[in-house]
T-cell receptor
Framework: DTGVSQDPRHKITKRGQNVTFRCDPI?????LYWYRQTLGQGPEFLTY????????KSRLLSDRFSAERPKGSFSTLEIQRTEQGDSAMYLC?????????????FGPGTRLTVL | QKEVEQNSGPLSVPEGAIASLNCTYS??????FFWYRQYSGKSPELIMS????GDKEDGRFTAQLNKASQYVSLLIRDSQPSDSATYLC???????????FGTGTRLKVLA
């Protein structure tokens, strides 16, 4: 079990550019989550997948954000036309998909800086 | 009202003391509660999960859950400087598989 991995670990981009992040969950984990975290705040839910289906998406997620999980394996999070306010740590987590005892585990995160 | 509330701290305790971290929540239907530790610049790391009222112990950590009072706590015995971190309380929202996090409590263990 290699844990959740994320790529890249750091991304610096200019305002208006598009960025894409990748997350590889723990193998055989059915659920995959994306969060955004800014300084002094807890992880803020963005979206989650059950296998390849995107089941819930935060109302805070603007049209510039999109996430996919083709074939129910890895996932990508794309931010189009980045803004300075998008600067944050983007965290991915996965969980086995059990009932109320389900537990999620986080990857190392991707730190995005928008100049 | 925030869904998960924590005092942001910092909570300062001397080395060897018991650190007590508290969390209240508003979702009465939630059955699953978690404590994560997060070091500066790192991602959250799961410490404990608790699903039933009462205490759950794991090494130096004890989680306590009181669903009637909508209250979760984490006790850290024999606190060490390496325990200095932000502790995040989280729950699995009822009727969904969405996790809700508090803003975290920053703990400082003084050597």
């Amino acid at each position: 079990d290699t844990g959740v991995s994320q790529d890249p670990r750091h991304k610096i981009t200019k305002r208006g550019q598009n960025v894409t992040f990748r997350c590889d969950p723990i193998s055989e984990h059915n659920r995959l989550y994306w969060y955004r975290q800014t300084l002094g705040q807890g992880p803020e839910f963005l979206t989650y997948f059950q296998n390849e289906a995107q089941l819930e998406k935060s109302r805070l997620l603007s049209d510039r954000f999109s996430a996919e999980r083709p074939k129910g394996s890895f996932s990508t999070l794309e931010i189009q036309r980045t803004e300075q306010g998008d600067s944050a740590m983007y965290l991915c987590a996965s969980s086995p998909g059990r009932g109320y005892t389900d537990t999620q585990y986080f990857g190392p995160g991707t730190r995005l800086t928008v100049l | 009202q925030k869904e998960v509330e924590q005092n942001s701290g910092p909570l300062s305790v001397p080395e060897g003391a018991i650190a007590s971290l508290n969390c209240t929540y508003s979702d009465r239907g939630s059955q699953s509660f978690f404590w994560y530790r997060q070091y500066s610049g790192k991602s959250p790391e799961l410490i404990m999960s608790i699903y039933s009222n009462g205490d759950k112990e794991d090494g130096r950590f004890t989680a306590q859950l009181n669903k009637a009072s909508q209250y979760v706590s984490l006790l850290i015995r024999d606190s060490q400087p390496s325990d200095s971190a932000t502790y995040l309380c989280a729950l699995l929202a009822s009727g969904t598989y969405k996790y809700i996090f508090g803003t975290g409590t920053r703990l400082k263990v003084l050597a």
